[in-house]
C-alpha cells in the first residue's frame, strides 16, 4: 500500500470518528456547561444566587437535570427530575419539543399574608416580579436560548408552613410556550390544584409582552370534609354542602394585580349543624333542595386605584329544627359592596331576612330584619366593623299563657372589636296582650359593650294607672358559656279600687287597694334558667261584693326562690286586721301558707281572732279543683256571747267562754260538719244576757205546744248565769244544727209557771208570783242552712282558678 493510500485510509477514517468525537464531546462538555454555566448564569439573571443542581444528563433524543434552589439542606424549590424531549435536527435549530417536570415540591411560610421564602433572592422574585429595564427604560425580558413548545409539570406540591400547621397543595399544569423561544410570548397555561384530594381546574392565558393574563376557573363537587384541616369552624359547627364554583380574572403580571374578577358559587344539598340545631334549605318532597347562589364581581380601572367589588347573595326559603322548634327564614338576601387596595380592605354590607319560630307553646315572628356594617382592616391589624341591627313589626306569641306582644321594634349599634363605647340602641313592644286583654306595652335602650348586652326598659300599663314596672337584662357574651340576668322591680305604687275584672272579666265582683311593690331576677347559665323574686302588699284591701267578702289592713311579703316556677318558700306570712264573710266578723288574723304551685296553696297554719278568741287550723291544701277533704278547726277560748251574735243573734254580751274542734268535710260539693263540741273551761262559769227582741220565739206560733218551752229558754237567757256551757254542731241534711246547753239559773226568778194541763211551762201575769229560780239544764237548738258556708267553698274555688 503506497504512501498515498495509507493517507486517504486515515482522512476516510477520522471523517467518519467527527460524528463520534463531536457526540462525545457534546455529551461531555455539554453537561459541564450547562451545569456550571448556563443554568447559574440564567439563575442569577433572575436574582437567584442559591442554585444548585443535582445531576445531569443528556442523551440523543432527551436531556434532563435537577436541581434545588434555597439552601441545600431545606431547599425552597426542589425539582427532582427535569427532562428536555428534542428530535436532534430540531434542536440544530433551537427548538425543544417539550420540557416535562416531575417531583417538584415548592416549601414556603405563610405570615401576616405573606408568602416567605428562605433564600432571599427567591423572595425577591416572589415578592417584586417586574423584570428588569435596560438602559433606555425599556423592560429586558428573559431570552432563552432554545425555543420550547410545550412545559409539563406532574406530581408536584406546595407545602405551605401556617403557624399551627403545614398545608400541603399538590398540583400540576401544561403549558404551550410561544416558538421562537422567549418567554414573552403568548402563553396558555392549565393548572390543577388538588386541596384534600379535591380538583380545581385553572386556565390561564398569559400575555408576557402586555404583561397580563386572563384567568379562567372552575370546582365541582367540593366537599368541606376533605378541607378539615384547612378550614377552621368553630367548636360544634358542622357544615355539610357540595360546592361547585366558577368564575374569570384578568390580572396585571408586573406587579401582580387583579384587574377585573368575576365568580360564580353555587351550594347543592347544604345543611348547618351546631349542637341540637339544624339549618338546611327547604325542600319539597321528592325533590331536591334549591341551591344556594353567591356571586363575586369586582375591577379596578388601573394598578393604581382599588379594586371595587361586590357580593351578593341568592339563598332559597331556610328552615331550622331547634329543639322540638321549628325555624324558618324566607329567602334571605346579603350585598357587601367593598374595595381592596394595597393591605387594606373596605366592606359595605347589608343583609336582609324574615324569621318564622314555632313550637307547642310559643310563636314568634320577625318579618323585617336588616342588618348594616361598614368594616375596614389595614395591614396587620384586624378587622374594625360599625353596624346596626334593625328588627320591625316583631311578634311573640305564647298559647299556654294567652300572652301576646306585637308590634316589637329594635335598633341596635354594633362594633368589632367590642366595646364600651357602643351608643345606646332602642327597643319597644308596643302592645302587649293577655287573654285578649290589652295590658300594656314596653320601651326602653339596648347596649352592646365589650363584654355583655345590657337592656333597661319600663313596662307601662293603662289598666294599672301609675303602675310602673322596670325591667333590665345583662347577658354575658364573652365565654363559650355565657350569662344571662334580668331583673325586674316594681316600685311602690298604690291602687285604689283596682278591678281585676279589666283583665279576669270572670272577676268583674272583685276590687282590690293597697301599696304593692316587688322584684325578681332571674338569670340563665349552662342552659339552667335560675332566679328569685319578691312581691309586697302593704295596707292592702279585697273586697267581693257579690259574695259579701271584704278583708282588710293586709301585710304580707312573698318571697318566691324558685322562678320561673310560681312557687314559694315555705313558711309565708300574711296579716290581715279584719274580715267579713257575709254576717261573720273576724277580728284579724295571721296566715302561714307555702304556694306549691301555680294551681295549689298550702295553708300550713292559720290563726283566726273569732268571738274574742282564737280559731287555729293547719296543713289545709287547696287547690284549682277541690278543697281539702277534711279541715280541724281547734277553737281556743271563744267568747260563748260573741258565737251567739255572730250566728245572728242580736244584743247579746257575756263573759264566758268555751274551747274545742270543729271537723269539716267536704266532699262532692256538700260541706259536712262531723259530730263536734265546745266546752266551756272547766271550774269557770259565765254570763249570758240577751236583750230585747223574740229571737226564740218569733216564727212560733202562740198556741204551739213548742212555744211555753222556747218562750221560757228565751227569757231565762236575757240574764243567765251558767256553772259550764256545751255548744254542740252537727250537720242535719243541708242545715248546720248548733245545740247550746247550759247549766245554771238565772239572775232573777222567772216569771213561768208549771201548767199540768199541757205538762210544760208557761208565762204567768199574777201580780206578786214567785216564778222560778231555782238551777235549770237550757238546752237551745240553733238552725242555719249550709247553703252559706257552700258558697263560701266555691268563691274560695273560684279565687283559685282566677289566680292560676
Known sequence: MTTRTRLFLRLIIIIALLPVIGWATITTLLPVYLQHSLLPSLAARAGIDNFHTRYLFINLTEAGAGFTIGPEESPDVAVSELTARYNPVALLAGKLEEVAISGVEIHCALSDNRIIFADPGLQTLITNPSPAKDSGGATKTIQLPLGVKRVVIRRSALICRLADRVIRLPFAADAALAAKGEANGPLQVHLQLFPAEQEIAITAALDLNQQQAHLTFSANNLSPHH????????????????????????????????????????????????????????????????PIAITFSGSRKDITQPLLFTVTGSLPDLAADMQKTIL????????????????????????????????????????????????????????????????DNALFDHHSSGTRAEGGSLTLPLSWP????????????????????????????????????????????QLLQGVTASLSLSSDISGETGKSAIALTIPPTKLTDFSPSQIFPQAKDIS????????????????????????????????????????????????????????????????????????????????????????SFLLEKGIFNWADGSINTYALRFSENHLQPEMIFYCTQLKLAGILEQVGIKNVEGDGTVNGRIPVSFNEGKITFAPSYLYSTPGEGGVIRIAGGDFLTQAIPLDSPQFGQLDFAQEALRNFSYNWAKVHLFSENDTLVMQLKLDGKPASPLPFAFDSATGGLQRTHVQGAQGISQPILLDVNFRFPLNTFLDYDKNLKDLLQRAR
Not at 434 to 460: C, P, R, S, Y
Open 227 to 290: 378541607f378539615a384541616g384547612l378550614i377552621d369552624l368553630p367548636a360544634g359547627l358542622q357544615l355539610e354542602t357540595k360546592a361547585d364554583f366558577s368564575g374569570s380574572a384578568d390580572v396585571a403580571l408586573s406587579p401582580f394585580v387583579p384587574m377585573d374578577i368575576k365568580a360564580q358559587l353555587s351550594l347543592q344539598d347544604t345543611s348547618l349543624h351546631y349542637h341540637d340545631i339544624s339549618l338546611s334549605p327547604k325542600k319539597l318532597p321528592q325533590q331536591a333542595a334549591p
Open 512 to 599: 282590690f287597694s293597697g301599696l304593692i311593690s316587688g322584684e325578681a331576677q332571674i338569670s340563665l347559665g349552662a342552659g339552667q334558667l335560675t332566679g328569685n323574686g319578691r312581691l309586697s302588699l302593704k295596707k292592702g284591701s279585697l273586697e267581693l261584693a257579690e259574695q259579701k267578702i271584704t278583708v282588710s289592713g293586709i301585710e304580707t311579703t312573698l318571697t318566691l326562690p324558685f322562678l320561673p316556677q310560681l312557687r314559694s318558700a315555705p313558711n309565708q306570712q300574711l296579716n290581715f286586721s279584719s274580715a267579713r264573710l257575709g254576717e261573720l266578723a273576724i277580728d284579724g288574723g295571721t296566715l302561714h301558707f307555702t304556694v306549691e304551685s301555680n294551681s
Open 328 to 391: 324558618s327564614l324566607p329567602s334571605p338576601s346579603i350585598a357587601i359592596k367593598g374595595s381592596v387596595a394595597a393591605d387594606t380592605i373596605s366592606i359595605d354590607s347589608a343583609a336582609h331576612l324574615s324569621l318564622k319560630a314555632k313550637n307547642e307553646d310559643l310563636t314568634v315572628e320577625l318579618p323585617s330584619i336588616v342588618l348594616q356594617a361598614t368594616g375596614k382592616r389595614q395591614g396587620k391589624e384586624g378587622w374594625h366593623v360599625q353596624g346596626n341591627l334593625n328588627v
Open 418 to 461: 367590642l366595646a364600651d363605647g357602643n351608643a345606646e340602641g332602642k327597643l319597644a313592644l308596643t302592645k302587649i296582650t293577655w287573654q285578649e286583654k290589652e295590658i300594656g306595652a314596653l320601651a326602653g335602650t339596648i347596649q352592646l359593650q365589650e363584654n355583655k348586652l345590657v337592656m333597661a326598659a319600663d313596662f307601662h300599663s
